[in-house]
């Protein structure tokens, strides 16, 4: 990670997303090629994990150091590869706001349900949940 995103007031984050549990299926034939996608809203920091072949249940194990300040979000949401750039593509989303950002600190591997995101059509059949860890804030000294 770039020391550019070191910033005042901001921490050193581990994030580690293990897996996701019980995804939608979208395709009536085939199985998600799901990945992950970690975003620190407002800013340019984006990870992402590997896809997974034909899964409802990917495996991850990835781990992320992002900086965040006390003001920031993290936006966690889950893809199919296949139809990535397709409305079917959306699997769900985690926004963790920054008062989650601190209690889920530390506090050992947790479920978070997927949700829709504000921009997802109401048709859309989201369900599932991302098993995820926050751990290590380093205060930064500037």
Not at 33 to 58: N, Y
Request: proline fraction near 3%; hydrophobic fraction near 35%.
């Amino acid at each position: 990670m770039s020391e550019s995103y070191a910033r005042n007031g901001s921490a050193k984050l581990r994030l580690t997303l293990l897996c996701a549990k019980n995804l939608a299926k979208r395709d009536l034939f085939r199985l998600p090629d799901p990945f992950a996608r970690v975003c620190v809203d407002g800013s340019t920091q984006t990870h992402s994990t590997d896809p997974v072949k034909a899964s409802l249940d990917p495996k991850w194990n990835q781990h992320y150091d992002i900086y965040v300040s006390r003001a920031d979000s993290i936006t966690i949401s889950v893809w199919n590869q296949k139809s990535v750039h397709k409305r079917k593509g959306f699997l769900g989303c985690v926004k963790l706001l920054a008062s989650a950002i601190q209690r889920l600190k530390d506090t050992g591997y947790q479920r978070l349900d997927l949700s829709k995101d504000s921009e997802a059509d109401d048709d859309i059949v989201v369900r599932g949940q991302v098993v995820g860890e926050a751990l290590h804030f380093v205060r930064r000294f500037l």
